[in-house]
């Protein structure tokens, strides 16, 4: 007998999953705003110029393909890190934030699941709605999952006075996960005002706060301005954990590239702590993968690349501020009455349309548009050439 023969068919991942529908769907207008990667205005993947020329830097340098140690690269993690905490922070310069590269947001959540579930934490709480794959890493960390309200479906807004109270109530040692900008699937981000309240309520608590930080430059167009709450945090005194994907930013999807840092009352502590990440890591898959970590440290090493990487990532953030424009303009002509403000006041790559999921279903089998089940569009896929023939589609099943 098989030693396979008792194993079923998993299901479909809910978000990567829709990739292989609609493969296999032959519709020839069929159109996928699903998972979360950015399209140029021709529908296409798109390659950062900067990441281009520092590919082509790395090619004539001559570099050996030697193991990274097991925390990767540290020239890039150092980088990383100034580009989220800001090359001004004090405690970066006091050498309280230390890190690790990580296999892009992804690795980085579950290596520090895994840490937290070895020291004793059991309880994680998640904005309502999160990323999907939050639950899921999380739970095979070992750690029990709780959600926190963030979204008021309502009203499509921020449940701010919700999200408050339920901070409030979590019980101490919790972790509380905060998107730091771009929230993903809701576009809505507290206002810097509610930040700084979030920050002196987390402050009364005893809580470990953890930023997942997956789109800094897709919410402003500027990297900086993103990263203003972590960095408010940070100044506020918080010991916060951070992720960083380097996927959506500088468009390194397929690459992995990512840091997981943390920041401890002084130098030493700080490196304890990412000792420990280095024997989640040394087991799990020893060392990170090399290439993309380069060509992030070749394009922040030098101002002239910065300088062009920031401007692109801009480009991408106003391309798609400017289609959230045009599917909030599209739905109106196609007659749409109901009111689709959200879809210009949401931010970072998605929206997040309020299509229910039979809404999402329909559309997919009628239309053949394929977004999230939850309604999540990503606005990264929307184009002049296929905005109207969404937001007919949208109309259509959201009459
Ligand atoms: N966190 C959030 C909120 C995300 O949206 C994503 C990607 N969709 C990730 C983390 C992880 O992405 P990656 O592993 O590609 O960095």
Redesign the pocket.
């Known amino acids: 007998t098989s030693p396979w023969s008792f194993f079923e068919m998993a299901p479909l991942d809910p978000i990567i999953g829709l990739n292989e529908q609609f493969q296999k769907d032959d519709y020839p207008s069929k159109v996928i705003v699903g998972v979360?990667a950015y399209r140029d205005e021709k529908g296409k993947p798109f390659v950062l110029p900067s990441v281009r020329k520092a590919e082509k830097i790395l090619a004539e340098g001559g570099l050996d393909m030697e193991y990274a140690g097991i925390a990767g690269e540290p020239r890039f993690v150092d980088l990383a890190l100034e580009f989220a905490y800001g090359e001004d922070s004090a405690a970066l310069k006091e050498g309280r934030i230390q890190g690790v590269q990580a296999?892009?947001?992804?690795?980085g959540?579950r290596v520090f699941g895994e840490m937290m579930k070895k020291h004793g934490s059991t309880t994680l709480y998640l904005p309502n709605p999160?990323?999907g794959?939050?639950k899921n890493i999380f739970t095979n960390s070992g750690l029990e999952v709780k959600n926190y309200r963030y979204y008021d479906a309502d009203n499509s807004s921020l449940d701010f006075e919700g999200m408050v109270h339920d901070i409030k109530s979590m019980p101490a040692g919790s972790i509380v996960l905060l998107?730091a900008c771009a929230h993903?699937p809701t576009g809505m981000d507290p206002t810097l005002e509610q930040w700084k309240e979030l920050s002196s309520v987390i402050k009364e608590q005893d809580l470990v706060t953890f930023f997942?930080c997956?789109?800094q430059g897709f919410a402003s167009g500027d990297a900086s301005k993103d990263a203003a709450a972590i960095r408010m945090f940070v100044e506020d005194g918080h010991l916060i954990s951070m992720?960083q994907?380097f996927?959506?930013n500088f468009g390194l999807?397929g690459q992995?590239v990512?840091a997981l840092s943390v920041v401890g009352r002084d130098a030493e502590e700080a490196k304890k702590v990412v000792s420990q990440m280095k024997t989640v890591i040394r087991p799990m898959y020893s060392n990170p993968p090399r290439h993309g970590a380069r060509l992030v440290t070749t394009i922040l090493e030098d101002p002239q690349l910065t300088a062009e990487f920031r401007e692109e990532c801009k480009g991408m953030a106003d391309r798609i501020n400017t289609m959230r424009g045009a599917l909030k303009d599209s739905l109106e002509s196609a007659g749409s009455t109901r009111d689709w403000s959200h879809i210009t006041d949401q931010i970072g790559m998605f929206a997040y349309s309020g299509l229910s999921n039979e809404q999402v279903l329909e559309m997919r089998a009628k239309h053949h548009v394929y977004c999230t089940g939850d309604g999540r569009i990503s606005m990264a896929g929307v184009t002049s050439d296929n905005v109207d023939y969404i937001a007919n589609a949208i109309h259509d099943v959201a009459k």
């Open positions: 979360g296999l892009s947001g992804t690795g959540l999160s990323w794959n939050h998107h993903n997942d997956a789109y992720v994907s996927s959506k999807y992995r990512g």
